[in-house]
Structure formats: C-alpha cells, structure tokens
C-alpha cells in the first residue's frame, strides 16, 4: 500500500510539473506575455485564500482582494489586486478558459477596461491577477437590498446621483466601442452585464470578466457559439448561434436601461406583472403610453435638491438615455445602433435615437435596416 501511495502521489506531481510547463509556454507564446507572480505571495496575502477576503463569484472562478508587496507586484510600491481563481476542472477544459481570457484582455490598453497585472499558477490551479476596483462591481450598488428584500441606499450614496449614472454609461460605451472598432482582431464581450461592470474609487466604470470573450477573424464579423447570461441575450443569437456587435449592443441596451430604471433585467415574480417580466417589456410599454420618464429610479429623485435647471436637464438626460436603450435592445438586429452611433448619442453631439412608440415583433431572418414590424399588442414578442 505504501508503494502504490507513493506512486500515486508520484505520478500526480509529475502531472502537475507538466501542466505547469505546458502552461507557461503557453503563456510565454503570448503578445506581452503578462507578468508571472509567485503563488507564495498570493497565498500569503490572501492568508491562504480565507473566505475574509472573498469578493465573490465572476465567470469561471472565484474572486479575492489581497495587498501584494512591492516585490511580488513588481511596482514601485504595494498594490490592492483582485485575484480570479479558476474553479473548473481544468483537466477537462485544458485550460482553454483560462488561456482564452489571458490571451484578450492581456493586450487590451484602455481606461475603461479592468487591466490585467499578472497571473499564477499551483497545483493544477491557474489564477488572474487583476487591478483592484474599490467599488466592486455595479450590481452590488444599483441593486442593493436590505434585509426585508427592499431596495435600499448604500452608505456611499454615490449611486444615487444622477450624474453618478450617466457617468458610468459614459464610461461602459467607449470601453466596449474600443473591442469592437479600435481593437484589432475584434473582440466580442459576449458577456455585458451590471455584474461585469466594475467601479473604481471615484465611480469610474471600467468593463471586466472576458471569460466568455472571443476575438474575430479580420475576415468575418461573428463568431459561432452561444454564451452570456439570460436577460442580456439578444434575440436572434439562440437562433442563429452567431455572436456579433450587434449581440453585445443589445445585451449594453439592457444594462442602460438597468441603470436609469434600477431595475434588474429579468424581474421577479413577486414584484411585476407577468406582462413586464423582461425589462424591455416594461419600458416600451410606458413609451406607448407617453410616460416614459415614469421609468427612471425613483431613488433619484426621492428627496431631491436639484433646483430647475438641474431637474430639465436630468430629465432630458433620462429620456436620451432610455430612448437609446429602447434602440440598442430592439428586437430586431438592423434596426440597432452602431457603436459609434451610441458613443455620439451618450456625449450629446447628435440628438437620441427616434424609436417606434410600440415594441418591434421579432422578425428572423432579418428584413432590411428600418423595416421593422411593430407588435399589435405593443408587448409580445413574436417570430415571422
């Protein structure tokens, strides 16, 4: 029996001297090749990953802070780093999940993008090494609860203000526009979300978690294969099972929606009518009915102090940003803006977006830009 242990034990370090290998070759044949930091330095400034400083769930692993020294970093001083900890079998994926990640946001530079500082390695366990973002991610803000179920300020109040708001829209738009018109090879997010929307200490947004992210061709403008997170899947990609810009601007519609309503992109059925289940649903229905404003939080203006002015252009910032959120989850893909289009519209140098005053049907194959169907009930959502 010993014998057979020691074999066993044996054969499993070999195993996992060969994985690690293979992985940092892999890692070695990258453009930039990210930055190795010790596992010992992680392990103790995690203290050996307790569940203190766990920050949560993201994609397909587990997320802890930690203060790396100096020396570990490789900076000139300390650093607060978010460590992702893949928690996949790794021997049946190949680490292709986790080479996948690296290999995109590596070689991604912009300031609306979470950067990558390094990565790690122990026991068939690989892990990112991400800038730390002192707010967390914006689904913990814009959705907090306490502990009746009701929605209820945090203690910060940032996210109460409307400017709070339009900033990290702002801030979202030219981060995605930048994988998908400044990037070479294109990047797909396939992923957009509140919980992927990570806050830094002043409540900048900055896009995280590319674990479902894939590059795209020069030659082409999809991908095939279907990922992302229910409520933010447009349409036509179960369908079609391609991902396109147009995909990742439906799912960024529905997030901006989320932002100036507070509410999630799938409601609860406790809470709605089963008629307003999907967010889209709820806000095409008030724009029909002429009350649209009736959409944005009521948390924003509960107790408000804005003076008139204040209050006009808040009003007017609310119904450009619900019109453009109408426009990039339309049901139907050509009548969607592009990326370009959406980043004029945020920065106010060209008008909203006009939409229909009832929900498009849904119609595939696609017709011709601007043909879409209105909906006879103005809510369901049918298939031609």
Same mark, same amino acid.
Request: one cysteine or more; glycine letters at 8%; charged letters at 25%.
């Given at each position: 029996?010993?014998?057979?242990?020691?074999?066993?034990?044996?054969?499993?370090?070999?195993?996992?001297?060969?994985?690690?290998?293979?992985?940092?070759?892999?890692?070695?044949?990258?453009?930039?090749?990210?930055?190795?930091?010790?596992?010992?330095?992680?392990?103790?400034?995690?203290?050996?990953?307790?569940?203190?400083?766990?920050?949560?769930?993201?994609?397909?692993?587990?997320?802890?802070?930690?203060?790396?020294?100096?020396?570990?970093?490789?900076?000139?001083?300390?650093?607060?780093?978010?460590?992702?900890?893949?928690?996949?079998?790794?021997? +049946?994926?190949?680490?292709?999940?986790?080479?996948?990640?690296?290999?995109?946001? +590596?070689?991604?530079?912009?300031? +609306?993008?979470?950067?990558?500082?390094?990565?790690?390695? +122990?026991?068939?366990?690989?892990?990112?090494?991400?800038?730390?973002?002192?707010?967390?991610?914006?689904?913990?803000?814009?959705?907090?609860? #306490?502990?009746?179920?009701?929605?209820?300020?945090?203690?910060?109040?940032?996210?109460? @203000?409307?400017?709070?708001?339009?900033?990290?829209?702002?801030?979202?738009?030219?981060?995605?526009?930048?994988?998908?018109?400044?990037?070479?090879?294109?990047?797909?997010?396939?992923? *957009?979300?509140?919980?992927?929307?990570?806050?830094?200490?002043?409540?900048?947004? !900055?896009?995280?978690?590319?674990?479902?992210?894939?590059?795209?061709?020069?030659?082409?403008?999809?991908?095939?294969? /279907?990922?992302?997170?229910?409520?933010?899947?447009?349409?036509?990609?179960?369908?079609?099972?391609?991902?396109?810009?147009?995909?990742?601007?439906?799912?960024?519609?529905?997030?901006?929606?989320?932002?100036?309503?507070?509410?999630?992109?799938?409601?609860?059925?406790? /809470?709605?009518?089963?008629?307003?289940?999907? *967010?889209?649903?709820?806000?095409?229905?008030?724009?029909?009915?002429?009350?649209?404003?009736?959409?944005?939080?009521?948390?924003?203006?509960? #107790?408000?102090?804005?003076?008139?002015?204040?209050?006009?252009?808040?009003?007017?910032?609310?119904?450009?940003?619900?019109?453009?959120?109408?426009?990039?989850?339309?049901?139907?893909?050509?009548?969607?803006?592009?990326?370009?289009?959406?980043? !004029?519209?945020?920065?106010?140098?060209?008008?909203?977006? @006009?939409?229909?005053?009832?929900?498009?049907?849904?119609?595939?194959?696609? @017709?011709?830009?601007?043909?879409?169907?209105?909906?006879?009930?103005?809510?369901?959502?049918?298939?031609?």
């Amino acid at each position: 029996m010993a014998a057979a242990v020691a074999c066993y034990l044996n054969s499993r370090y070999r195993r996992w001297h060969k994985d690690l290998d293979q992985l940092a070759k892999s890692m070695e044949r990258l453009p930039g090749v990210p930055l190795k930091i010790d596992f010992a330095d992680i392990n103790k400034a995690t203290r050996k990953f307790h569940e203190d400083m766990k920050l949560g769930r993201r994609g397909f692993g587990t997320v802890y802070r930690c203060t790396l020294p100096a020396a570990a970093s490789k900076m000139e001083r300390s650093m607060d780093v978010a460590i992702k900890r893949f928690t996949r079998d790794v021997q +049946n994926c190949r680490y292709d999940d986790f080479l996948a990640e690296v290999s995109i946001i +590596n070689r991604l530079r912009h300031k +609306n993008i979470v950067p990558l500082i390094g990565w790690s390695y +122990n026991k068939g366990v690989p892990l990112l090494v991400f800038e730390f973002m002192a707010n967390g991610s914006l689904d913990q803000h814009l959705f907090h609860r #306490g502990g009746s179920g009701t929605r209820q300020r945090n203690t910060d109040g940032a996210i109460w @203000q409307w400017a709070t708001r339009y900033e990290i829209i702002k801030g979202v738009a030219p981060g995605l526009h930048y994988v998908h018109h400044e990037y070479e090879p294109m990047v797909l997010h396939r992923d *957009i979300k509140a919980s992927n929307i990570m806050l830094d200490s002043s409540f900048q947004a !900055r896009l995280g978690d590319f674990g479902l992210a894939c590059t795209v061709s020069i030659d082409r403008n999809s991908v095939t294969g /279907v990922g992302g997170t229910w409520g933010y899947i447009a349409p036509e990609y179960p369908v079609s099972r391609k991902a396109t810009r147009q995909t990742d601007i439906y799912a960024l519609g529905v997030l901006i929606l989320e932002i100036v309503t507070g509410l999630r992109a799938l409601a609860d059925h406790e /809470v709605v009518d089963d008629v307003d289940m999907h *967010i889209t649903d709820r806000v095409w229905r008030l724009h029909r009915e002429g009350r649209l404003l009736e959409c944005v939080d009521a948390m924003l203006t509960d #107790g408000s102090t804005l003076d008139t002015e204040e209050q006009l252009d808040t009003t007017d910032d609310a119904e450009r940003l619900l019109l453009l959120g109408l426009a990039c989850s339309n049901l139907n893909l050509p009548d969607r803006p592009t990326m370009p289009d959406v980043v !004029r519209v945020i920065a106010k140098s060209v008008p909203p977006p @006009q939409v229909p005053p009832q929900k498009p049907r849904f119609v595939w194959p696609p @017709q011709e830009e601007g043909r879409s169907v209105p909906s006879d009930d103005g809510g369901s959502t049918g298939t031609s």
